[in-house]
């Protein structure tokens, strides 16, 4: 059972254009979500986090909202630039067991183009 | 620093071979975690340490992997014997305990168990 999906195997944009990934959970009990992003023969890298005390935060292109009453997250990428395609995770911490468990999705790759 | 550093970066084996695969993690950090990324299941949680200590190794698929981390740089995952269905990338990451919420990955092992 998929605690965290990401509905959207890929995405594809404009250069300049906003990118809006999104993510859902079922398991209310997460307490902190992260995206990663993630470049071929790469491991993943942090890029924002929220607590699930709030709803929002903005860091420079990178924004990510958290619906918690939908429990729904979704990355805004304003402007999109083609160095930013890649495969991004959304993931959740916690759920009930360990506090340093990340649970992921699958990703979503993005393709943005010139 | 360096990043988490991951030994070797491709391996192909024969069914029932012993895989070895290697993790040094970021020093200072208190956290490794282990990951395996299939198409099927996405980014999974295998087992992760405490200051070397297992602290949760319920995503483990089988008793023919195991992990251990003898010091705080070093860590492997074995599979004895190995099958086809291990055939995956694996991910080794690292965590301080002052930014819990953030893990480190390294650039993973692609593994191909003929």
């Known amino acids: 059972d998929q605690q965290v999906k990401q509905n959207s195997p890929s995405l594809s944009v404009q250069e300049g254009r906003i990118s809006i990934l999104n993510c859902d959970y079922t398991?209310?009990?997460?307490?902190?979500f992260l995206w990663y992003k993630k470049y071929p023969a790469e491991g993943p890298t942090f890029l924002i986090s929220?607590?699930?005390?709030?709803d929002k935060n903005e860091d420079g292109r990178f924004t990510v909202f958290l619906n918690k009453s939908a429990k729904h997250l979704s990355l805004h990428i304003v402007p999109s630039q083609p160095g930013d395609s890649a495969v991004y995770f959304c993931a959740a911490r916690g759920g009930g067991g360990s506090n340093y468990k990340l649970t992921f999705g699958k990703g979503t790759l993005l393709t943005v183009n010139p | 620093d360096a990043g988490v550093i991951q030994s070797p970066r491709h391996e192909v084996t024969e069914m029932g071979q012993e895989v070895t695969l290697r993790c040094k993690p970021i020093?200072?950090?208190?956290?490794l975690f282990w990951y395996r990324q299939t198409m099927m299941r996405g980014l999974e949680l295998l087992i992760y340490f405490n200051n070397n200590v297992p602290i949760d190794d319920s995503g483990m698929p089988e008793d023919r992997f195991s992990a251990k981390m003898p010091n705080a740089s070093f860590s492997t995952l074995k599979i004895q014997p190995s099958e086809p269905r291990d055939s995956a990338v694996y991910f080794c990451?690292?965590?301080?305990?002052?930014?819990?919420?953030?893990?480190?990955f390294g650039p993973g092992t692609r593994l191909l168990v003929l």
């Open positions: 020093s200072g950090h208190d956290y």
């Open positions: 929220i607590s699930s005390i709030k």
């Open positions: 398991n209310s009990m997460f307490d902190y």
């Open positions: 990451a690292s965590s301080p305990l002052s930014v819990r919420e953030t893990q480190y």
